[in-house]
């Protein structure tokens, strides 16, 4: 579609500057001339590329989700899925930092964009039907307590969902979202609400994931978190 | 304080009105001119009970939490708390759709008012301490499958308060927040993150709770989601 690659590379350009700007001022506070300007290029230029903001903020958006889609439909089945599962879920709030705009206002986004709307509506009926797939394969290899019915799965998924969307922006009031570790702190409350429905083989899976994690800094992460737990109450 | 009955009966009417106006337009789009233009009096009159908007968003916001405690610090026990609690978060999200703009807004709001950032940030506070609490009496009268450490408490509270407090935002874009039907499935999936946390004893005395339910539209709210429940997976 797009062969040239100097074009490639001026359109990514484009979407970091806007995704950087968006992040720091809101959406509403930067125009297409500002992102131009930032990037040193001519509004025709930007245009040439994007026909206006709405555009930037819909790849914007296509471009988070289908990073957060790749952290979880890995063809590794299930019990790959549950094993990376504490890593994953720490390289979502990781995404959901770097595109907190979205985070922070896809709400009000949809209801000026009705193209948006239908993309984050897809995306969502997507995750609901990957969700109660995902419940069914963990039930099958014995990962979960108990069958859980697909209505429970979606439940499920919908809390999750909904903690995801409101935790940077929950941090902007209760917390610092520039800190790593507080942002990190969001795969616990998800983990709170998937780790009661594992059984004790699903637990021993999930427990194998720390071998997956990528750095050091993510294991002083689970160290400090499991001391703290420790220390609370035993 | 404000002895005169009448005095608070206009408080009152202009709490209301206000409380209507930020639902349907956006605290953004309503000035105090306009919460007086609807109520038939004068700025003048307006401004005697309350000197400005902010003032008249934090006393709602007082209203609103006050009335979300009420369903839950009744001096009645854990037990007590866990039978009351389906028609306890049915009631809560009642309250989320009677004060919507709170919900959509509250984060924005913060943002803008660090007095009502204040409240809002004590209103958390108390709230995490009482989960703890509320956690450890279940422990205690054997409603809980294991004991739960004040971090796991933490950790469900904040997952349960994300869920409350995007629940009628969500269904902004995903339903529609003027079906009660679907505003009580927010219940559900506060349901789905504390149940599976519940021994047998705990479910046995959650599942007593429908005796407690207050009118028949709940009753039967329960009956079709345990049909369909049953219906799409056994």
């Not at 709400?107 to 993309?119: C, G, Q, R, V």
């Not at 795969?187 to 750095?215: N, T």
Request: proline share 3%; net charge positive; with cysteine.
């Amino acid at each position: 579609m797009r062969p040239q690659h100097k074009s490639d590379l001026t359109r990514k350009r484009i979407l970091d500057a806007a995704r950087k700007l968006f992040n720091e001022n809101g959406t509403s506070h930067v125009s297409t001339n500002l992102i131009a300007r930032e990037l040193g290029i001519s509004p025709g230029n930007l245009y040439y590329h994007y026909r206006n903001k709405e555009e930037i903020i819909r790849e914007l958006y296509l471009e988070c989700s289908s990073y957060q889609d790749s952290t979880w439909n890995k063809d590794i089945g299930a019990e790959g899925n549950l094993m990376r599962m504490r890593s994953n879920l720490v390289e979502a709030t990781r995404l959901s930092w770097k595109y907190r705009f979205v985070e922070r206002e896809i709400l009000a986004l949809t209801e000026i964009d009705p193209e948006l709307k239908s993309i984050y509506l897809e995306n969502y009926r997507q995750r609901l039907a990957l969700s109660v797939r995902l419940g069914e394969q963990l039930d099958s290899i014995g990962a979960l307590r108990y069958p859980v019915s697909s209505v429970v799965c979606k439940d499920v998924m919908i809390a999750v969902w909904l903690v995801f969307q409101s935790w940077i922006t929950f941090l902007d009031v209760t917390g610092n979202p520039e800190d790593s570790v507080q942002v990190q702190r969001g795969a616990d409350i998800v983990l709170a609400i998937l780790k009661p429905y594992l059984s004790a083989k699903g637990l021993k899976i999930l427990g194998r994931s720390s071998s997956f994690l990528s750095s050091d800094k993510d294991m002083m992460l689970g160290d400090s978190l499991r001391k703290l737990s420790q220390n609370v109450r035993t």
